[in-house]
């Protein structure tokens, strides 16, 4: 059965039903020369029966059910022939058929596609070339269509004055009534009988054009050419799946409207007013939601569905569809805080242990057993300097020093043993695998232990008898390696100090620390004999930001900048890079599988950096001939850039997993047991290890600059920041070092300027969230 809506310009309202049969099923089909078939007004109904002469019948807004019923059933009870001029073999001829009569003329009024989206009313004026027409739209506006955009020609209009289309839209619009459409449907389908109600009223055919058209329910457009639109009612299953889905979907709208009204409730509250994050799961609907903004935001949406329905919500909130827009809305409602670290959710960075990681950590704790006690040689009699930067929460390793009766230098580089606590493959080490390292950010520490295993069980602790892997070397008189041992000990560290406290006690040269002195003479040797060896100075200055209560809109800041070539950073790195070497050395002659790191690259020549003063400058050139270190887990391989044969990190064992590896290795082989793991595994293991240690180390950098900027956008306008010139990007555009921040930027430099020249500078504008920094030279007046 199919219903057509058509367009001509000839005879007045005629109705005609007809009957033809296809594939032994009968089927009734209704034309209309002038109009669409249903034209409906609110309060009035009607329709014509050209067999009888014609009548009109209208009825009450209290009676309309019940006068739809009984025109039903006249109709029914009524036998309508159709005459033979009006019947059509097919569906193809009646369009075409159509088609032939229809031609547009000056007067007409039209609908047209104005764009992809709009529809418009339009009075055709006159013709623009061979096919286009000229028309004068509802919005007052004149413009060329050309034919295929016209998808409807209003019948029964003659000289349509433009003013008065709105009128005549409005009259069209008011006349709707969808409901209408279900009687109709249920009529044609019901025992194939043909059903309908028309007018010959311009504004009733133009009602049931836009009814038809706008139909997503009950029929289905089967055809159309033009202006010209054949409809069929959809089978019953189909409507029942459209009714459902319409229904869900106005659910789906309700649910969306009132969640929308919440987050617009909770972005109006105060600051200390908003919902918590925590409010926000309370309901599975609303954390879907909540969930789906989220991963917008950091553009991890797990398919299409959290995608859309961020989108839907965006839009719904005014927004546009962009991860900075579902920021902002997230931090508006109360959800992010202010300084919400994007980078630690998008790399799905682990800040919590599950309940049974914490569970193990407190057994290992309560039993305190030690499997190496009886292995563990006694060095409480030493006096240990335990030297980090202020923030650090656990400490992996500590020094001690003296000189011989020969006038040598013995240093003890003690590490924590963490080794002692955890077993390879037992649940701790495996979480620690997965972690890899401890992350690091100016506002909190993801450690790689529990925190209470690592602090109260491996670090090493000021005043307590503590485990420990010792390294003692001894250094000739060129700071070369004479003599080393490896061991399991007990150690009692006499101070815990930072790099700065460190330094004050060797500029204050006092008797009482002669050990301290002592590590620092050690490390001078050691420096002077790598630079002998090709090592490359590569220090500088490098920015550290403490961050108080990050989730307050205005957290308290607090930068310092560290000098590498600081004494006290200088020692503790000259006698790191001491351990590594040996352990390397250890690794190499007793064929222990370790994680060798290197560097075998060809000796840089230096000396074409001389020109270039020393410091940040001449380091800042040099690292970029750099070349990335290497591995090797069979034997040492040279580092080229530290100036000795053989690497391995060995003092982080806490904080990094490659560090607890050498550690199991060097444990197992001093105690005479089978090494845990071979080359090719630790091989295996590196890789996902490493990888996890480039994410924390991009975390670190990435989290570390948006906080030197939150800190650059906080100061006063008019303060001058002096900074060092490293080079020259493009014309007067260099790469500066600001030297209070210890911060890389780019500015405009005036003309004259050198490398290593500097400058005074002011921050025109710093934008933490998207990354933005601009530096403008501060020039003085002549």
């Known amino acids: ?94 369009v075409d058929d159509k088609l032939r009569k229809q031609v547009l003329q000056k007067g007409l009024l039209l609908e047209f596609k104005k764009d992809s989206e709009r529809l418009l009313l339009a009075v055709a004026q006159k013709p623009d070339g061979r096919r286009n027409w ?76 836009l009814l038809l058209s706008r139909d997503e329910v009950y029929f289905t457009r089967l055809d159309s050419k033009g202006s010209c639109s054949v409809y069929g009612p959809r089978p019953t299953v ?26 617009r409730s909770a972005k109006a509250m105060p600051p200390h007013g908003k919902p918590s994050k925590c409010s926000w799961k309370a309901e599975d609907k609303i954390w879907q939601k909540i969930e789906s903004l989220e991963a917008f935001a950091i553009d991890a949406c797990k398919d299409d569905v959290q995608k859309n329905t961020a989108g839907v919500i965006l839009k719904a909130m005014g927004l546009s569809k962009t ?21 630690l959710l998008k790399f799905n960075i682990r800040t919590n242990y599950p309940d049974h990681i914490l569970s193990a950590a407190e057994n290992i704790l309560q039993e305190s057993l030690d499997p190496d006690r009886d292995d563990r040689i006694d060095l409480t009699h030493l006096k240990v300097y335990a030297i980090d930067v202020d923030e650090a929460d656990e400490l992996d390793d500590a020094l001690s020093a003296t000189k011989l009766h020969d006038g040598r230098i013995k240093v003890w580089i003690h590490v924590a043993d963490p080794a002692s606590f955890v077993k390879p493959g037992s649940l701790i080490d495996r979480e620690a695998l997965q972690r890899g390292t401890s992350v690091f950010l100016p506002t909190a520490t993801y450690p790689m232990f529990p925190e209470k295993l690592a602090m109260q069980g491996m670090s090493l602790k000021q005043g307590t008898i503590c485990r420990a892997v010792t390294v003692s070397v001894v250094l000739h008189s060129d700071g070369s390696i004479a003599e080393y041992s490896v061991d399991n000990s007990i150690i009692k560290p006499t101070y815990m100090l930072t790099y ?18 002592i590590l620092a003479e050690a490390a001078r040797l050691r420096l002077q004999w790598r630079r002998g060896q090709g090592a490359i100075e590569t220090g500088s200055l490098e920015p550290r930001i403490k961050v108080e ?16 070539t600081d004494p006290a950073m200088r020692l503790v790195s000259e006698m790191m890079i001491l351990c590594g070497e040996a352990i390397a050395t250890f690794g190499s002659a007793n064929k222990i599988p370790l994680p060798y ?96 240690a480039r994410i924390a180390k991009k975390l670190f950098s990435s989290s570390l600059r948006y906080w030197i900027l939150e800190y650059l956008r906080r100061q006063p306008k008019q303060r001058k920041f002096r900074a060092l010139i490293l080079k020259f990007l493009k014309d007067r555009n260099a790469s500066l070092l600001l030297l209070e921040v210890g911060f890389q930027a780019t500015a405009w430099v005036s003309i004259g300027s050198h490398v290593g020249d500097e400058v005074e500078v002011r921050v025109e504008e710093a934008h933490p969230r998207d990354d933005i920094i601009s530096l403008k030279e501060v020039v003085q007046a002549t």
Request: glycine residues 4%; hydrophobic residues 40%.
């Open 597 to 692: 790191r290197g560097q075998p690259q060809t000796k840089i020549d230096t000396s074409a950096f001389n020109h270039l003063p020393e410091g940040p400058v001449r380091s800042s050139a040099i690292v970029k001939l750099m070349r990335a270190a290497e591995m090797d887990y069979r034997k040492a391989i040279r580092h080229g850039i530290l100036g000795i044969p053989g690497y391995v990190q060995f003092t982080s064992p806490i904080r990094r997993y490659m560090d607890l590896l050498a550690h199991y290795q060097v444990k197992a082989f001093l105690k005479g047991d089978v090494l845990p793991f071979t080359s090719g595994q630790m091989e295996g293991m590196a890789a996902s290890v490493n990888m996890n």
């Open 500 to 517: 700065e406290s460190a330094s004050e006690l060797l500029n204050l040269n006092l008797e009482e620390e002669l050990e301290l002195r």
């Open 134 to 209: 000229i028309v004068s739209d509802q919005n007052g506006a004149t413009t060329s269509i050309k034919p295929q955009q016209i998808t409807y020609i209003v019948p029964g209009v003659d000289n349509f004055n433009a003013t008065e289309i709105s009128d005549f839209n409005q009259r069209a619009q008011n006349n709707l009534d969808p409901t209408l459409l279900e009687f109709a449907w249920l009529e044609l389908l019901e025992g194939n009988k043909s059903m309908i109600f028309g007018s010959s009223e311009p504004v009733e055919c133009y009602c049931a054009h």
């Open 238 to 263: 189909q409507v029942e799946e459209i009714k459902r889905r319409v229904i869900a979907k106005e659910a789906a709208d309700k649910e969306l409207e009132e969640f929308v009204q919440l987050l």
């Open 1 to 94: 059965m199919v219903v057509r809506t058509l367009n001509s310009v000839y005879s007045p309202l005629q109705l005609t039903a007809f009957r033809r049969h296809h594939h032994n099923r009968a089927f009734h089909h209704l034309q209309f020369s002038r109009f669409p078939i249903i034209i409906i007004k609110p309060t009035l109904f009607s329709y014509r029966n050209l067999n009888t002469g014609g009548f009109h019948r209208s009825y009450s807004v209290q009676s309309f059910v019940d006068s739809v019923i009984e025109e039903f059933e006249a109709l029914r009870r009524r036998r309508i022939r159709a005459s033979s001029k009006s019947v059509l073999t097919s569906n193809k001829e009646l």
């Open 549 to 564: 209560n990050p989730d307050d809109p205005e957290p308290s800041i607090r930068l310092y900048v560290e000098d590498q």
């Open 323 to 343: 991860a900075g827009s579902a920021v902002s809305l997230l931090t508006d409602i109360g959800y992010f805080p202010v300084h919400v670290n994007l980078d």
